[in-house]
Every structure is written in structure tokens, then in C-alpha cells.
């Protein structure tokens, strides 16, 4: 099985090489930089391994990223899995068994492991040993080398009480405001080297959803439409151009983001899930991970036990 690896002498993944290298590039968080800080100075200080982390964060979040991170700040590598590359216990014991002192072990999307895979993890990251079943009868209990587990999930409450308690940081992601998310939309535009006025970026601000990877992907956009439309410097002009072409509306809504809230406004009472998912020729899963999460921060929805309603028009941050 293969085992993604991320060196921290260079920046070698392509998509990590769009992103923040540093702390200080990593937008905000600042009470989550300013803890992971001091862990990771006393962790070299003492010679140790960091302690094990939880990210709970929503996708897009740059969860990756920050793993990086850490792992540059700590000087050790990153090592890259997801959860579905690990099927049965003998798989996470070949990865436990290639970590070298102090590297960071990422797992995204950690809280869908198997609890047979889960169980083998835990007494790993507490006491840094693998127990191996003897064919004969009997158990053995292999030493493992110190490492660090970051673990990231956008389902906390489903992972079970010990993987918790193996955790000794757990974050939860804060939401970015304007002023943030200016930064990050300045952030890429220059990383793509995109010649703008100034003046554009309060409209293009209302314009994203407060989600690292949406301004990321809408720059890309951006900078297609203006490669395509051989566009020197991007006016305010421009801008409303891309916006009319991509149809993205405030808070980076989408065509089926405005239909989502018509099918809504054509009711006087609570819709289902399963109403909306087929009026929208999409699954529950699709409209509840993908379209919703927008439709939920921008307050334009409400889900309840009966069904989602469009919240009254001075409850809504975005008119």
C-alpha cells in the first residue's frame, strides 16, 4: 500500500505549493497557531514527539495544510493517508511500522475507520506498540517508533470515546470573517500573479464563501476568465463580467444553490430532504454535504426535525 510522503525540506505536493508554508501565512486560527506553537517548542525541548491532534473542521479548511505545517515547524516528515486506503489492521500496521522517530501521520477523514483498525491505532498512539495475534495462541507487543497523529474529521461526535481521549489538542475551526477572507482572496491572486485594482476586492469579498478552499477555487476561475479574455488588470468592470459568466451570487452561491432556496420559498411549511434532493435531481448525501453547508453559513436556511424553511429575511446575513 502506498503511503503518500511530504518532505518537509521542499514543498514538492502541487497543491500544498498554493498554500500557506508558515504559520503566520495560515489566515486567523490564531488561538489554535498560538497553542500548536507552544506544543511544538516544548515537544523539541524535550526531545519528544508532538502530542496527538484532532482537527474538526469542515472540508476545505486547509486541514492538509496545516498538518504541513506543523510538520515543517517540528522538522519531521508528513506522511498522507485517507481512510479508505485503510481496509483491515494489517494495513495501518504496515504504515505504523514505516514511521521514523517523530514523524507526523496525517489521516483525513479519521472518524470513518473501522473499529477493529481504530483499535489497533489507539494503543498505538498511547503507547507506541503494536500487539500481534500469534498464530500458535498468545499475543506479542512490538515497539513502534514515537510519532504524532493528526487526525482530521468533520464528524467528531461519531468517533469513539478512546480514539477521543488518545487526543490530547482538539480543535474546532472558527469562521472567517471579511477582513479574513480579503486576505486569502489576495492571498492567491497574487500567487497566480493576477494584476488587479484594489477597489475589487470588497465586492469580490461578498462574493465567497468563507471556506480556504472556495476562494481558492473561484481565483482559479478568475484566472482563467481572465487568460481567456486576455485581461491585462482587473477592474470592478471585469469583475462583474466573471461574476455574470460563472453565475456566482453573494456568498458564493451557485445556480443550484438559488434553486435549493425557489423550491423552498414555493412552500409554507418545512420541505424534506428527500423532497428537495429529488426536485433538484441530486442525492440526499449531495444536497446535504454539498449544497446546504453554503446555504447554512449564509443563514439563508434553517434544518429542523420536520424539514429545512427559509429564515425570514432580517434573520439572514446576506440580503
Same mark, same amino acid.
Given at each position: 500500500?502506498?503511503?503518500?510522503?511530504?518532505?518537509?525540506?521542499?514543498?514538492?505536493?502541487?497543491?500544498?505549493?498554493?498554500?500557506?508554508?508558515?504559520?503566520?501565512?495560515?489566515?486567523?486560527?490564531?488561538?489554535?497557531?498560538?497553542?500548536?506553537?507552544?506544543?511544538?517548542?516544548?515537544?523539541?525541548?524535550?526531545?519528544?514527539?508532538?502530542?496527538?491532534?484532532?482537527?474538526?473542521?469542515?472540508?476545505?479548511?486547509?486541514?492538509?495544510?496545516?498538518?504541513?505545517?506543523?510538520?515543517?515547524?517540528?522538522?519531521?516528515?508528513?506522511?498522507?493517508?485517507?481512510?479508505?486506503?485503510?481496509?483491515?489492521? /494489517?494495513?495501518?500496521? @504496515?504504515? $505504523?511500522?514505516?514511521?521514523? %522517530?517523530?514523524?507526523?501521520?496525517?489521516?483525513? &477523514? #479519521? =472518524?470513518?475507520?473501522?473499529?477493529?483498525?481504530?483499535?489497533?491505532?489507539?494503543?498505538?498512539?498511547?503507547?507506541?506498540?503494536?500487539?500481534?495475534?500469534?498464530?500458535?495462541?498468545?499475543?506479542?507487543?512490538?515497539?513502534?517508533?514515537?510519532?504524532?497523529?493528526?487526525?482530521?474529521?468533520?464528524?467528531?461526535?461519531?468517533?469513539?470515546?478512546?480514539?477521543?481521549?488518545?487526543?490530547?489538542?482538539?480543535?474546532?475551526?472558527?469562521?472567517?470573517?471579511?477582513?479574513?477572507?480579503?486576505?486569502?482572496?489576495?492571498?492567491?491572486?497574487?500567487?497566480?500573479?493576477? /494584476?488587479?485594482?484594489? @477597489?475589487? $476586492?470588497?465586492?469580490?469579498? %461578498?462574493?465567497?464563501?468563507?471556506?480556504?478552499? &472556495? #476562494? =481558492?477555487?473561484?481565483?482559479?476561475?478568475?484566472?482563467?476568465?481572465?487568460?481567456?479574455?486576455?485581461?491585462?488588470?482587473?477592474?470592478?468592470?471585469?469583475?462583474?463580467?466573471?461574476?455574470?459568466?460563472?453565475?456566482?451570487?453573494?456568498?458564493?452561491?451557485?445556480?443550484?444553490?438559488?434553486?435549493?432556496?425557489?423550491?423552498?420559498?414555493?412552500?409554507?411549511?418545512?420541505?424534506?430532504?428527500?423532497?428537495?434532493?429529488?426536485?433538484?435531481?441530486?442525492?440526499?448525501?449531495?444536497?446535504?454535504?454539498?449544497?446546504?453547508?453554503?446555504?447554512?453559513?449564509?443563514?439563508?436556511?434553517?434544518?429542523?426535525?420536520?424539514?429545512?424553511?427559509?429564515?425570514?429575511?432580517?434573520?439572514?446575513?446576506?440580503?
Amino acid at each position: 500500500m502506498e503511503v503518500k510522503k511530504i518532505t518537509t525540506e521542499t514543498n514538492d505536493s502541487p497543491l500544498l505549493s498554493q498554500r500557506p508554508n508558515s504559520f503566520d501565512e495560515f489566515v486567523w486560527q490564531d488561538a489554535i497557531k498560538s497553542v500548536l506553537s507552544t506544543a511544538i517548542d516544548s515537544a523539541q525541548k524535550r526531545n519528544w514527539s508532538l502530542w496527538h491532534i484532532l482537527f474538526s473542521w469542515p472540508s476545505g479548511f486547509w486541514k492538509t495544510t496545516m498538518a504541513w505545517i506543523i510538520a515543517k515547524q517540528i522538522g519531521s516528515q508528513l506522511k498522507v493517508i485517507t481512510w479508505y486506503a485503510l481496509s483491515k489492521p /494489517s494495513e495501518l500496521v @504496515s504504515v $505504523l511500522n514505516s514511521l521514523e %522517530k517523530g514523524d507526523i501521520l496525517f489521516i483525513d &477523514e #479519521i =472518524h470513518r475507520l473501522k473499529p477493529t483498525i481504530e483499535e489497533v491505532l489507539y494503543i498505538a498512539m498511547e503507547d507506541f506498540v503494536i500487539d500481534m495475534i500469534l498464530p500458535e495462541g498468545g499475543n506479542l507487543r512490538l515497539p513502534i517508533n514515537q510519532f504524532t497523529l493528526v487526525g482530521a474529521t468533520t464528524k467528531p461526535e461519531t468517533l469513539s470515546q478512546p480514539m477521543k481521549n488518545r487526543f490530547v489538542y482538539h480543535f474546532h475551526f472558527m469562521e472567517y470573517d471579511d477582513t479574513e477572507k480579503k486576505y486569502i482572496l489576495e492571498y492567491y491572486l497574487n500567487h497566480y500573479n493576477l /494584476s488587479y485594482e484594489e @477597489s475589487l $476586492l470588497e465586492k469580490a469579498v %461578498k462574493k465567497v464563501a468563507p471556506v480556504p478552499r &472556495e #476562494i =481558492h477555487n473561484f481565483v482559479i476561475k478568475l484566472r482563467d476568465y481572465v487568460v481567456s479574455k486576455k485581461i491585462e488588470k482587473l477592474s470592478e468592470k471585469h469583475l462583474e463580467s466573471f461574476l455574470k459568466h460563472a453565475q456566482i451570487d453573494d456568498g458564493g452561491m451557485m445556480p443550484i444553490h438559488k434553486k435549493y432556496l425557489e423550491i423552498l420559498s414555493e412552500y409554507d411549511r418545512p420541505v424534506w430532504v428527500k423532497t428537495l434532493a429529488v426536485q433538484l435531481w441530486v442525492s440526499e448525501k449531495t444536497l446535504e454535504e454539498d449544497i446546504e453547508p453554503l446555504l447554512l453559513r449564509l443563514w439563508k436556511v434553517e434544518k429542523t426535525v420536520k424539514g429545512r424553511f427559509l429564515r425570514q429575511p432580517h434573520n439572514t446575513l446576506f440580503s
